[in-house]
């Protein structure tokens, strides 16, 4: 089969690999059509070392299941899934306390063990998951990272009509925007400096969209909240200066989350977190909002197709990775098909 293989920094050739096979429990997905997510953007850019050499990324997939192992009753051949992200291991701390996500023995798809950036993938039948029939393989695509954004947003205390600020246009801050507004946002500002970007989150219901290259963005926040502040803000980029920026639009008490994970250590404002009294958390994956993702895709509650912007087949994949890490291509959302489109 052929899979697109992580050689080093900006470097990831379509190679042949052997053909998976399922061992007890597991079962190899034919994959038509995989997502790509910013962190293997990173990844591919040598910038967060949290991707070895060696590995296939891709995380954010949808299939078809042809082959299962010994004892795997759930699933079958031809059965049409997602595929979940985290693998945990079931009896940690963490695990046995109803947090999987930071599982303290977890394995991440595309990390620790091969990801969908490949014809097939093999993976324990724990991660599968049924694609709802109103989905199509690209639109299941958008259910970890949606799964992802609903975590973040489901950990995050804000009120009914509340000033919600999310930092970053792509595709985890756009989709934090319709989860927010599922869950009842009032205002919802963005800010990003890709006027693309912008527009996108402006047509799918931001109130404001503002480019950072042209405004100051705490000076929009504070005319845009009324003086007020953000009562909840989400950042979704993971670097210094957008860190700086989560914090500094945030309302006194106000809730800042932190979904965005690219850069290693940031420098933190700490007298400004302490006498503003600001509650910052990180938010990683997900749990149950995984099954959500789905069925808020599939009954058409939250409508995430417009964000995936463009389409190709795996040997492309190299091409429009070097594009999206160099800032030349801005669409939001990327899908390759090495199964053919569907």
């Not at 670097?239 to 690219?262: L, Y």
Request: aromatic share 4%.
């Amino acid at each position: 089969m052929k899979a697109l293989v992580f050689r080093g920094p900006s470097s990831m050739p379509l190679e042949d690999r052997p053909d998976p096979k399922p061992g007890p429990g597991e079962a190899v997905v034919a994959i038509r059509a995989s997502g790509i997510c910013g962190s293997d953007v990173h990844g591919f850019a040598g910038a967060t070392g949290r991707r070895r050499v060696g590995v296939v990324m891709g995380h954010e997939a949808a299939g078809d299941v042809i082959e299962v192992g010994s004892g795997v009753k759930t699933f079958q051949g031809g059965d049409r899934v997602v595929l979940r992200s985290i693998l945990p291991c079931g009896s940690c701390d963490r695990c046995r306390h109803g947090q999987p996500n930071v599982c303290l023995d977890r394995q991440g798809m595309g990390m620790h063990f091969d990801g969908a950036y490949a014809e097939r993938i093999v993976v324990p039948v724990a991660l599968l998951l049924a694609l709802p029939d109103t989905l199509t393989y690209e639109e299941g695509t958008l259910v970890e990272p949606l799964a992802v954004a609903m975590h973040a947003v489901n950990i995050t205390p804000f009120a009914l009509m509340d000033f919600v600020v999310i930092v970053g246009a792509g595709p985890i801050g756009l989709l934090t925007l319709l989860a927010a507004r599922q869950r009842g946002a009032g205002s919802i500002i963005v800010t990003d400096r890709d006027p693309h970007r912008l527009g996108v989150a402006r047509r799918i219901g931001a109130d404001q969209a503002i480019d950072v290259d042209r405004t100051d963005p705490v000076a929009a926040v504070e005319a845009g909240t009324h003086g007020r502040g953000a009562d909840a803000v989400f950042e979704a980029v993971g670097i210094a200066a957008t860190v700086a920026q989560s914090i500094a639009v945030a309302r006194p008490g106000g809730q800042v989350t932190w979904i965005g994970n690219s850069a290693p250590d940031v420098e933190i404002p700490m007298q400004q977190l302490v006498t503003r009294e600001l509650t910052v958390r990180g938010a990683y994956g997900f749990i149950d909002e995984f099954e959500l993702a789905a069925d808020a895709l599939a009954a058409g509650w939250i409508d995430a197709r417009q964000l995936i912007e463009c389409v190709a087949p795996l040997d492309e994949g190299e091409e429009l990775f070097r594009q999206l890490a160099a800032g030349t291509l801005s669409a939001v959302k990327v899908v390759l098909t090495p199964g053919g489109a569907a």
